[in-house]
């Protein structure tokens, strides 16, 4: 039960200590909120650009037949 009274003026102080350190809390929760947007943005662009290298054909390298055939060293 709250029985006592308190004035406005004796309050104040504590009030505002609570609403600055409730400030402080709520700053560094948003930043930390920015931060793990920004991480997640990053890993889902990382994990679509790897699902697009992935789903690409597999290469088996260059397309020998094209290569022109090396000139026969001299032996010597």
């Given at each position: 039960m709250m029985g006592q009274?308190?004035?406005?003026?004796?309050?104040?102080?504590t009030f505002q200590k609570e609403c600055r350190e409730?400030?402080?809390?709520?700053l560094v929760l948003r930043a930390q909120v920015d931060i793990l947007e920004r991480q997640?943005?990053?890993a889902?662009?990382?994990?679509?650009?790897?699902?697009?290298a992935a789903s690409e054909p597999v290469?088996?390298?260059?397309?020998?037949?094209?290569?022109?055939?090396?000139?026969?060293?001299?032996?010597?």
């Open positions: 009274q308190i004035s406005v003026e004796d309050a104040f102080p409730l400030f402080e809390r709520n997640l943005a990053a889902q662009e990382e994990n679509a650009r790897l699902q697009q290469s088996g390298g260059p397309d020998l037949a094209a290569v022109p055939p090396y000139p026969d060293e001299e032996r010597g």
